[in-house]
C-alpha cells in the first residue's frame, strides 16, 4: 500500500505540472493583459477590454493601423506598442514591464513562476497591495462554508432517500422522487439562485432572507446564538442554490449500490436466519453499500467547492474564492491567477489519493497496491 501511495504521489507532480503549462500557455495568447489593464485604468476606460471592442469598423477602438500591426499577443501584452499607449512616455512602460516580468521570455518567467510555487511564494497580486496568499486566506472561509453545508446537507439527504428508495424500488414513491430529484437536477444553480432572489429576498415578493453577504451589521456586538443564527440565515439561499443539482447522483448512486447489495447471497442467507429487514439493511447490506458513496465524500466536496462557487458567490454578493478568480480573470492579475490554479489543482489531485485511503479505511480487504 505505501508503494501504491507513493506513485500516486509521484504523479501529482507531472499532472500538476500539465496544468500549469497549459494555460500558461493559453494566456500568452488573451488580449489585454496586466500592462494594457494599467494603462486603461489611467486612461479612464476602467477595463482595457472595453477599449479593444468598444471601437467600430475594422480598427477597434479607434487605434491605428500600424500600432494593431505592431500588436503582439505575447503574455497578453502588445510588445512595445501597447494598445490605448499613446502619449505614456516608453520609459513608463518598460518600467511596467520589468515590474510586471514581461521583460523576460515566456519559459524564463513560467521556470521561474513554478520555483517559486514549489515553495509556495505565490508572490503578490498585480492590483492590490497584498500576497496571493494572504489574499485566498481571506477569501476561502465563504467559500468552504458553501462547499462544506452543501456537501453536508447533500449527503444527510441523498443518504437516507437512496436507502428507501431501494427499499420500495418500483414503488409510486420511487417513480415520483426520482421525477423530482432528476428535475431538480436540470435547474442550473444560478437559474434557481436567481429565484430564490426574487421570491425571498426582496426581488418582487417576500423579504424573508438578506439579499448579499454573510453577516448583518453589527454582528461583532452579538451574542454567540445571534451570530449563528444570523449567519444561517444568511447562507440559506446560497447554499440551497448550490445543493439543489447535487441530489440526484448522490441518491441514485445510493439506490443502485443497495439494490446491488441487497441481491447478494450473503443478505439472503442473513434473511434466512430470521434478522429483522431492519438488520439486514443497516447492519449487513449498509456497509458495504456505502463504501463508494462515503469514499467519494472527498471527491464531492471538491466538486462542491469549485464547481458552483463562482456563480453563486456573484449572484449572491459573496467575496469568496470564486469571486476572486473570477475577477482576477478580468484584471488579468496572473499571479491570483496561476496561484489558485496551482493550489487548487494540488489540492485536487491530493483529494484523491484521500478516496482512495477512506475506501481502505472503510473496508479494509481493499488493496490497491496488488491491482495490476
Known amino acids: 500500500m505505501g508503494a501504491y501511495i507513493l506513485r500516486r504521489l509521484l504523479l501529482v507532480i507531472p499532472t500538476l505540472?500539465?496544468?500549469?503549462?497549459?494555460?500558461?500557455?493559453?494566456?500568452?495568447?488573451?488580449?489585454?493583459?496586466?500592462?494594457?489593464?494599467?494603462i486603461a485604468n489611467m486612461e479612464g476606460r476602467g477595463n482595457v477590454l472595453e477599449g479593444i471592442t468598444g471601437g467600430t469598423g475594422d480598427n477597434p477602438a479607434g487605434m491605428n493601423d500600424d500600432l494593431m500591426r505592431n500588436s503582439n499577443p505575447t503574455s497578453g501584452v502588445t510588445g512595445k506598442n501597447y494598445i490605448g499607449a499613446r502619449g505614456l512616455p516608453p520609459e513608463f512602460i518598460e518600467q511596467l514591464e520589468r515590474e510586471f516580468?514581461?521583460?523576460?521570455?515566456?519559459?524564463?518567467?513560467?521556470?521561474?513562476m513554478m520555483w517559486n510555487y514549489i515553495r509556495f511564494d505565490f508572490g503578490n497580486s498585480y492590483f492590490r497591495s497584498i500576497s496571493v496568499v494572504d489574499l485566498m486566506l481571506e477569501k476561502m472561509p465563504v467559500s468552504i462554508t458553501l462547499g462544506l453545508w452543501?456537501?453536508?446537507?447533500?449527503?444527510?439527504?441523498?443518504?437516507?432517500l437512496g436507502i428507501r428508495k431501494?427499499?420500495?424500488?418500483?414503488?409510486?414513491?420511487?417513480?415520483?422522487?426520482?421525477?423530482?430529484?432528476?428535475?431538480?437536477?436540470?435547474?442550473?444553480?444560478?437559474?434557481?439562485?436567481?429565484?430564490l432572489l426574487v421570491l425571498f429576498a426582496g426581488g418582487s415578493y417576500w423579504r424573508i432572507f438578506p439579499l448579499r453577504g454573510l453577516t448583518s451589521d453589527g454582528w461583532e456586538q452579538m451574542s454567540?446564538?445571534?451570530?449563528?443564527?444570523?449567519?444561517?440565515?444568511?447562507?440559506a439561499l446560497p447554499v440551497i442554490a448550490s445543493t439543489i443539482s447535487s441530489f440526484a447522483t448522490l441518491t441514485l448512486l445510493t439506490k443502485n449500490s443497495f439494490l446491488e447489495e441487497v441481491r447478494k447471497q450473503y443478505v439472503m442467507t442473513a434473511r434466512a436466519k430470521g434478522l429483522s429487514e431492519h438488520r439486514v439493511l443497516y447492519g449487513h447490506v449498509f456497509r458495504n453499500a456505502m463504501l463508494i458513496v462515503i469514499a467519494s465524500f472527498p471527491s464531492v466536496f471538491v466538486g462542491v467547492f469549485f464547481g458552483g462557487s463562482v456563480i453563486i458567490e456573484t449572484i449572491f454578493s459573496l467575496d469568496g474564492l470564486g469571486r476572486l478568480g473570477l475577477e482576477a480573470a478580468l484584471q488579468r492579475d496572473y499571479p491570483v491567477i496561476f496561484g489558485t490554479l496551482f493550489f487548487f489543482g494540488l489540492i485536487g489531485l491530493l483529494m484523491g489519493i484521500l478516496s482512495d485511503l477512506m475506501y481502505i479505511w472503510i473496508d479494509p480487504r481493499i488493496d490497491f497496491g496488488t491491482r495490476g
Open 224 to 235: 454567540l446564538w445571534g451570530k449563528a443564527v444570523d449567519y444561517l440565515w444568511h447562507i
Open 17 to 38: 505540472l500539465g496544468i500549469m503549462v497549459i494555460n500558461f500557455a493559453l494566456t500568452q495568447f488573451v488580449p489585454g493583459g496586466p500592462v494594457e489593464q494599467v
Open 101 to 112: 516580468g514581461f521583460d523576460k521570455p515566456p519559459l524564463e518567467r513560467f521556470a521561474s
Open 166 to 195: 431501494a427499499v420500495r424500488d418500483g414503488t409510486p414513491f420511487d417513480s415520483w422522487t426520482s421525477g423530482a430529484i432528476i428535475a431538480a437536477y436540470a435547474i442550473p444553480g444560478f437559474l434557481f439562485g436567481i429565484v
Open 150 to 160: 452543501a456537501t453536508l446537507i447533500s449527503y444527510a439527504v441523498s443518504i437516507p
